[in-house]
């Protein structure tokens, strides 16, 4: 049975508030370790690998793969949990899950939180050729370049380079499957979960251009840009180091992240949504030395040390 699901870890109270997690491409749900413990302190924390990716097998999906299928996957795990409805965060990847469960499973998801992610990867093209280099050579070129591609200068996170050294190759090419057929905007208008979009101001690749485009296409859908003078702490740093993130990045939430996934899940944002919707809690600023950073029912929201 364990083989036809996703590997998980579960934190919190059973009876305390569901909250799903999703990775990005190349990552575990390691990517959520400094933030997963807080969070938990108020909701059941609920964080998977994909196919391939940590512990999970990389035959729940072959060539040809979609973002549906990860979809199932992930309702599969819910359901074994006895998980109805829940509030869902995703990275990249693993924020198209959530958007594809958004519209497609309106009825599961109370509240959803996309950050660093896009209802379009930039066409297929790209992924697609991905995709066959990684099955004819493996992820040696890819491991060599991750440093480079998630973290700025100077900075790295072992554990999640390992991550992606130890992905399945034949499952990592099968979502990069799913990444090159994903297309969602044309649906994007039909979300009626509480939805929150998070951006990188200087993400190469999901720019905010990309969440901008959810959040104006989403009813009611809030954004937060984080600009990129500001400090972050990632997964296991001890110095500050300003964040990169998009489809392949293993950018760790933490600081604003954190702030922008508590706002998300709190239950404000879960149920049916009101006439007439109130700022939740925090929502003049993030905590954390966010200073600036909005969430909250804002369309667009700039740092006071940006533009």
Partial sequence: MTEKLLTFRAEGADSAPPLLLGPSLGTSYALWDKVAPELSLTHRVIRWDLPGHGGSAPGLIGPGATVGDLADLVLALADSLGVEQFAYAGVSLGGAVGLHLA?????RVASLAVICSSAH?????PWEER???VRSEGLGW?????????????FTVPELVADQRDADP???????DALAGFDLRERLPEIGART???A???????????LREIADAVPGAALVEIPGPLIWRPHSARRPFSPRCGPTSAVVPSAGWRSAVRSSATPMWIGPRPGRRRSPPGSRTSSRG?????????RRCRGASGA
């Fill in 103 to 107: 519209v497609h499973h309106p009825e």
């Fill in 121 to 125: 990867f930039n066409g297929a093209k």
């Fill in 131 to 133: 995709a066959a280099r």
């Fill in 142 to 154: 890819l491991v060599e370049s991750a440093n480079s591609r998630w973290f700025t200068p100077g």
């Fill in 170 to 176: 034949g499952a990592y090419a099968a979502c990069c």
């Fill in 196 to 198: 929150l979009a998070v």
């Fill in 200 to 210: 990188g101001r200087e993400d190469p690749a999901t720019p905010p251009t990309h």
């Fill in 290 to 298: 966010t200073r600036g950073v909005r969430s909250g029912p804002i």
